[in-house]
């Protein structure tokens, strides 16, 4: 009894944090459904720069689907971005499934010499930052004349490290011996990896595919350094266009931006959940 | 939640994005602005001229005849044409026959009325020689006639005085054995006589001031009247002139003050000469009272002439600083002096001793023109009651003086006159009041001395008082009769020197003789001219080739002092004449080839040069162009296109009107089509471009070069309001 007491006085804090971190997302569902004056009133000291502080109430004062209206139906702009944007993520991943999972399965199954130099150089590219890759893959997107369009920022994506690193760990999982009996009962490379490798290592596939999706979705650096042209752009630079006037155009683009990435998440949560609890059983 | 229902959820989302892409695409669309677009030409600008207008003749002839006509037949009608010489109109020659008989009659009166305007001009210019020349008799003969009379008295009072003294003296001789009280009682007697003098000269001189105050009040009523008709006499200067007769009224004013200033001087002088002997007086005075009267009056009254340069002197001071007061004063102080002797044979003696009229008779005149009236007949001429001489002139001034409604009216200068008598009213009564006080003084010293002389007398044996009471009053007697005759010499000599101003005032201008002459000539022309119809038979002719083009008069009706009919010369040509605009004036000028087109278009004429273009009077927007037309082209009164269009040089911009706008400030600009990267895509926009206007006409703009390429493509129109920076989709 006591210990259930005990269990259920811990709950509090952990309430209290998904609170704060379920805010933001509170935030910009209310946001979505204020008149402009209202959201105007509220956020004046932070994007005015008016005295005072920002305030936010949790239901709105005068409800309204006015600004998802007007994002829906008079912002043809907000589509151009959204269909970039879908484009984008989806053509990384694709790229990211064609290029990183035989990667992956390379680095996990074979031994040859240098494996362990190069599993060093995926982390090692891994760790570094955008900023650190920036210049360099501008001078070499430059050189291709791929600048200003979608394929400099596909292609870099595509070939990113991340995925094949959290491939190669599901791919490490699986047993030697299920591959073994298979090349016994004569099965060749390309059968063990797409009968055997493939399905076993779906989990990882399909949480490093979720995660990537996120990444790229959500990608913000890459488009506003190689792309010039408006009509490439992705619905990440949709919100930098906005200002106060249109601020509940914001809020609605930035909730219709959210319901992908949620479907998605909600679609492979199965996966990525078992992904990384696999990846963490397996350290 | 299941896979597969998230699969469809997602599915749904993104088909629900799909159509969202589209309507707000659509919905995008409707606010794109299609618009068409044209490059720059290369150009030249039309500036069109059209207009329409009418043919008239080049001179137009005016047909006249004598008003009050009447006409008999009218033998053309308008629009017709006529040949020199054609009969035009007859009028009725009975009717013109009985008017050329009246006129005739109406001259020979207006000669008879000539005639007596001339010979009443010259009898009245007689008259008026014959009343100045009457005033100046009577002037000297009524100033000789009080001087006579002031002698007369006087001699008549230095008799009393004599007999009295002598008595006295007498009778001193007789008593001053017993008494010798009688040196006593003869200077107490002595002091009262001299008190009783001074009494007198006070009375004399009030009643010479107040005399004199009469005379200044006339004299400021008089001005004040004068002043008032010349106010008015200027304006009616104007009409008098239009008659021909010269306006002589301010030369007359001028005349009469200047005759009226000369007989006041006269009186001035008369009465000098008057004073210069009261001076002398007053010495014998002043003598007398120390040695014996009668010897020392008369020995320096001759003899002591250095005194009278002196009393002059005082005299003229005076005069100086007073008008026709002083002499009146002067007199009135020289009068003083009347129990002692006066030098006054010098005055007389110059004066003829003609004595018919009587002293009344004077008095009256005076006083009839010292009350007044003299005046009125100033600022009335026309009245009766002026003088007779005056009367033929009046008669003929009547009419003129009956025209000027400006003259002041009867009860305006009767107002006047009350005004200015109201500013003497005070002065008046204070100098009647010191009449009135003196007369009280003299009596009260006369019935002192009466007193002193019967207690006296009363002394004295009663023989002797009988003699001396009746010696006394002879005394008293002549010297009351000294005065009266004193102040009657002074009224007459104002009076009559008053009569001699007023006979003087020059007539008013007289131009009734001339102007009848004048109207007789006017009417002597007429006749000619009716005699010049009846020579025609009462017939009117055209004078030369034309087209009738009104006619004002009708059959049976008189003819009007207005032209009977209009007629178009057409031995002087036609001309095309029409209004344009001041903005089409810029572009068509004298010299330029134009087209002509008849209304009906079957007729052109090609390269006509315009024959003039010229602002209208009222106008300024409005101006008349015209343009010779060759004969037989046109007919008068048609109606009539002109075309003309000018070319301007070739400019290499050159934007069609409509793609031409303006901006708040009036400057033009136009807009050009521009692409722009925006999320959307390459889009395109609206971009204005200010332009500098060279040249336009209502359908195209010549631009400056620089601003605009010959390759920019240039929005025309647009299917909305377009500006700056909107988004256009060129259709």
Request: aromatic residues 6%.
């Amino acid at each position: 009894m006591a210990k259930k007491f005990v269990r259920e006085i811990a709950y509090l804090p952990l309430i209290l944090l998904a609170g704060i971190i379920c805010f933001p997302v509170l935030f910009a569902a209310t946001g979505v459904f204020m008149q402009q004056w209202e959201l105007e009133d509220y956020l004046a000291p932070v994007l005015t720069g008016t005295e005072g502080m920002a305030s936010w109430p949790l239901l709105p004062h005068a409800p309204t689907l006015r600004s998802l209206v007007e994002l829906l139906l008079d912002s043809p702009q907000f589509f151009v971005m959204f269909w970039n944007s879908l484009k984008i993520s989806l053509c990384i991943l694709v790229g990211q499934t064609v290029f990183g999972v035989p990667a992956a399965w390379g680095l996990a199954r074979f031994e040859f010499p240098g494996k362990q130099a190069v599993l060093l150089l995926y982390i090692v590219l891994m760790l570094m930052p955008f900023q650190v890759l920036m210049l360099p893959q501008y001078l070499v997107l430059d050189r291709f004349r791929l600048l200003d369009t979608h394929a400099a920022v596909i292609l870099p994506a595509v070939f990113s490290t991340f995925p094949v690193f959290i491939m190669y760990r599901f791919f490490c999982g699986i047993p030697e011996a299920i591959l073994e009996a298979a090349r016994i009962d004569g099965a060749g490379h390309l059968q063990i990896f797409f009968r055997i490798g493939i399905p076993l290592g779906a989990a990882g596939i399909v949480s490093s595919g979720i995660l990537g999706f996120l990444e790229s979705w959500n990608m913000i650096e890459q488009p506003m350094t190689f792309l010039k042209t408006k009509s490439l752009w992705p619905l990440s630079l949709f919100l930098p266009e906005i200002g106060l006037a249109e601020v509940g155009l914001g809020f609605a683009a930035a909730f219709m931006m959210l319901v992908p990435a949620l479907l998605l998440f909600l679609s492979g949560q199965e996966y990525l959940e078992q992904g990384i609890a696999a990846a963490a059983l397996k350290e | 939640m299941k896979n597969g229902k998230l699969v469809r959820i997602t599915a749904m989302f993104f088909v629900l994005m799909l159509c969202f892409t589209i309507l707000s695409r659509a919905a995008d669309q409707l606010s794109v602005a299609a618009v068409t677009t044209e490059r720059p030409q290369n150009r030249m600008i039309e500036h069109a001229v059209r207009t329409s207008g009418k043919i008239v003749q080049n001179q137009e002839l005016a047909v006249t005849t004598l008003p009050d006509q009447r006409v008999t037949a009218i033998y053309v009608r308008e629009g017709q044409r006529v040949a020199k010489g054609d009969l035009l109109f007859e009028v009725d020659t009975t009717l013109l026959e009985e008017q050329i008989l009246n006129q005739e009659q109406e001259m020979e009166k207006q000669e008879l009325m000539v005639k007596d305007a001339k010979s009443q001009k010259e009898v009245s210019a007689a008259q008026k020689a014959n009343s100045q020349a009457q005033a100046a008799e009577q002037y000297s003969l009524s100033t000789k006639q009080a001087g006579v009379q002031l002698s007369r008295a006087k001699q008549q009072l230095e008799q009393a005085k004599k007999k009295l003294k002598k008595f006295r003296k007498s009778a001193k001789s007789g008593k001053s054995g017993n008494s010798g009280g009688g040196e006593g009682d003869s200077d107490v007697e002595e002091a009262l006589l001299q008190a009783l003098q001074d009494k007198t000269d006070a009375y004399v001189a009030a009643q010479g001031e107040l005399r004199a105050l009469e005379w200044e009040i006339e004299n400021a009523v008089y001005t004040a009247k004068q002043n008032a008709i010349n106010g008015t006499a200027t304006l009616t200067a104007q009409g008098r002139t239009f008659t021909g007769a010269a306006d002589t009224d301010d030369t007359r004013d001028t005349e009469s003050v200047a005759m009226m200033t000369k007989v006041e001087d006269e009186v001035k002088n008369t009465w000098l000469a008057v004073n210069e002997e009261k001076e002398v007086e007053n010495t014998c005075l002043a003598v007398g009272e120390e040695e014996d009267v009668e010897d020392t009056c008369l020995t320096v009254g001759a003899g002591e002439a250095e005194i009278v340069p002196e009393a002059i002197d005082a005299s003229e001071s005076v005069l100086v600083d007073e008008t026709a007061v002083d002499p009146v004063s002067a007199f009135a102080e020289g009068g003083s002096g009347f129990d002692l002797d006066i030098e006054i044979e010098d005055v007389t003696g110059q004066l003829p001793s003609s004595q018919e009229s009587g002293n009344d008779e004077e008095s009256n005149f005076g006083a009839e023109i010292g009350d007044g009236s003299d005046y009125t007949l100033n600022s009335d001429m026309g009245s009766t009651s002026g003088s007779a001489e005056n009367d033929g002139d009046m008669i003929i001034d009547d009419p003129v003086n009956q025209t000027e409604p400006q003259t002041p009216k009867a009860a305006e200068l009767a107002q006047i006159e009350q005004t200015v008598r109201a500013n003497y009213s005070q002065k008046l009564a204070a100098a009647q009041k010191k009449v009135s006080d003196a007369q009280a003084g003299k009596e009260t010293a006369e019935a002192a001395l009466v007193k002193y002389q019967q207690a006296q007398l009363a002394a004295n044996d009663s023989l002797n008082t009988q003699t001396a009471q009746q010696l006394a009053s002879d005394v008293q007697t002549a010297q009351q009769a000294y005065e009266d005759a004193a102040l009657a010499a002074n009224e007459a000599a104002v009076v009559s020197g008053r009569a001699v101003a007023i006979a003087n005032i020059a007539d008013p201008s007289n131009s009734s003789d001339r102007m009848n002459e004048i109207s007789y000539e006017q009417m002597e022309l007429t006749l000619e001219k009716l005699e010049g119809l009846k020579k025609t038979k009462g017939k009117v002719c055209a004078e030369a080739d034309g087209l009738i083009t009104k006619i004002n008069i009708m059959t049976g009706e008189k003819t009007l002092d207005t032209t009977a009919l209009l007629m178009a010369d057409l031995s002087k040509g036609y001309r095309f004449t029409a209004d344009i605009t001041k903005e089409q004036q810029k572009y068509i000028g004298t010299g330029d080839l134009v087209r002509l087109t008849s209304g009906d278009g079957k007729q052109k004429l090609e390269d006509l040069p315009v024959e003039s273009v010229s602002a209208d009077e009222n106008s300024e927007e409005i101006y008349h162009v015209t343009v010779q037309v060759p004969e037989d082209s046109f007919e008068i009164g048609r109606n009539v296109n002109l075309d003309f269009v000018r070319k301007s040089e070739t400019y290499p911009v050159t934007v069609p009107l409509s793609a031409l706008h303006l901006d708040e400030k009036q400057q033009p600009y136009v807009l050009v089509v521009e692409e722009y990267n925006s999320i959307m895509g390459t889009e395109q926009r609206a971009r204005k471009v200010s332009v500098t206007v060279l040249e336009q006409n209502e359908s195209y703009a010549a631009l400056a070069e620089g601003a605009i390429g010959s390759e920019t493509e240039i929005i025309v129109q647009s299917d909305k309001a377009v500006d700056n920076g909107s988004r256009v989709r060129v259709g």
